[in-house]
């Protein structure tokens, strides 16, 4: 893929500049699928479960520390799609903790005039393992909803929670 490249050297360009990386710090890039759990906080307690992929772009900080760009994508009856910085802190070897905030978007089930919509800010929350260049991870993301656009009023969306585990492969 001719573009990966140049697109890597940006993130981690983009993460040296906004966290201090040193210039010779190897960008790295994170993909994970796994399943989900959703619940969206409407009158009706919306819930479903669902797919989830991430894409993470980034570059390490110091020993300890990775930054990244995150963009997340829920797909179920609803969906969920979010994109923020975020931080793997690495606290062994094998175990990490990842957090950051992110612009999220979620869209519930039903036809387009009667569902639940809106723009929130999340909680980016990861905590799993590392074998090698797998993944595992548990995952939490807490969205409060500041804009709700749902027309009708039994559709309103004030929070929405998505709990989930995935696999991914970090290079």
């Not at 699928?33 to 390490?60: D, K």
């Not at 923020?84 to 062994?92: A, C, D, E, I, T």
């Not at 995952?139 to 004030?158: N, T």
Request: with cysteine; hydrophobic share 45%; glycine share 12%.
């Amino acid at each position: 893929m001719p573009t990966s490249k140049p697109l890597t050297s940006l993130a981690a360009l983009l993460a040296s500049l906004a966290f201090g990386a040193p210039a010779s710090a190897d960008p790295s890039v994170d993909l994970e699928a796994g399943g989900a759990h959703l619940t969206l906080c409407t009158p009706e307690r919306e819930s479903t479960f669902a797919a989830a992929i991430s894409l993470g772009v980034g570059t390490p900080i110091s020993r300890t520390f990775e930054a990244t760009l995150r963009g997340h994508v829920t797909i179920g009856d609803g969906f969920v799609t979010a994109l923020g910085p975020h931080l793997r802190q690495r606290m062994s070897s094998r175990v990490f903790l990842g957090y950051g905030p992110a612009i999220a978007s979620v869209v519930g089930a039903g036809d387009r005039e009667m569902r639940a919509s809106g723009i929130g800010l999340a909680a980016d929350l990861r905590a799993g393992i590392r074998l090698g260049d797998i993944t595992l991870a548990i995952e939490a993301l807490p969205i409060w909803v500041f804009a709700s656009d749902s027309v009708s009023r039994g559709a309103q969306l004030d929070y929405a929670l998505e709990v989930g585990v995935a696999l991914g492969y970090q290079r």
